[in-house]
């Protein structure tokens, strides 16, 4: 089993920024992806951006030059950098970590953009 402890979501202004983190703890693989998921209200669950072990990245249209995934391998923990944020960011975010075993998630952290 693995378990995800996410944190830093929050208000904030339009323009402004946030940082969050996901602490992955429990059976971890050598080899496996992190990566930010959101889910808006009425709205499916949409990649934000993942990370790979070997530092490829993968990032959704919306956020790309706005927002930045990193990964500390030696903490397994992984960080969106979130600039220039806009109200239609206002979502639900969950980490996901993903191995050969499958997919875990963790319990989401609101992030609310708002003047």
């Known amino acids: 089993q693995v378990q995800l402890v996410e944190s830093g979501g929050g208000l904030v202004q339009p323009g402004g920024s946030l940082r969050l983190s996901c602490a992955a703890s429990?059976?971890?693989?050598?080899?496996?992806?992190m990566g930010w998921y959101r889910q808006a209200p009425g709205k499916q669950r949409e990649l934000v951006a993942t990370?790979?072990?070997?530092?490829?990245?993968n990032y959704a249209d919306s956020v790309k030059g706005r927002f930045t995934i990193s990964r500390d391998n030696a903490k397994n923990t992984a960080y969106l950098q979130m600039n220039s944020l806009k109200p239609e960011d206002t979502a639900v975010y969950y980490c996901?970590?993903?191995?050969?075993?499958?997919?875990?998630w963790g319990q989401g952290t609101q992030v609310t953009v708002s003047s």
């Open positions: 996901n970590y993903r191995d050969y075993k499958g997919d875990y």
């Open positions: 429990g059976s971890i693989f050598s080899i496996y992806t």
């Open positions: 990370r790979w072990s070997g530092g490829g990245t």
